[in-house]
């Protein structure tokens, strides 16, 4: 009886686990909000490449290829970087990640 209890305790644990791991889309790059920002405003913006070089910065973000100083959805490029691109409004910053760090990735498996 124990037994078949613990096989049921490690079905249910193991169902929890997938159901929850399928809420994140792990291919889709991170953002990192402020506060002060909705997450349903950065929700559309979505950063899918970035092309770095000493002689070319470009990030392609919803498709649209951009340069420092660009803009779009109401927020100005900021900084592009190897692996993130900074942007700003009014005073308030969104980074858009290429990678999902290590520490969420391993956080969000143990979960």
Known sequence: MVKWLGVVLILLVGSVTSVSAQKKDPTRPPVNVEPSLALAEV??????????????????INGTPLREGNTIAGFTVSEILPNKVNLNRSGERITLNVFQPLTELKSGAEQ
Do not use: H, N, W
């Open 43 to 60: 929700a559309d913006i979505q950063l899918t490449q970035i092309i770095y070089s000493d002689v070319k910065k470009l990030a392609i």
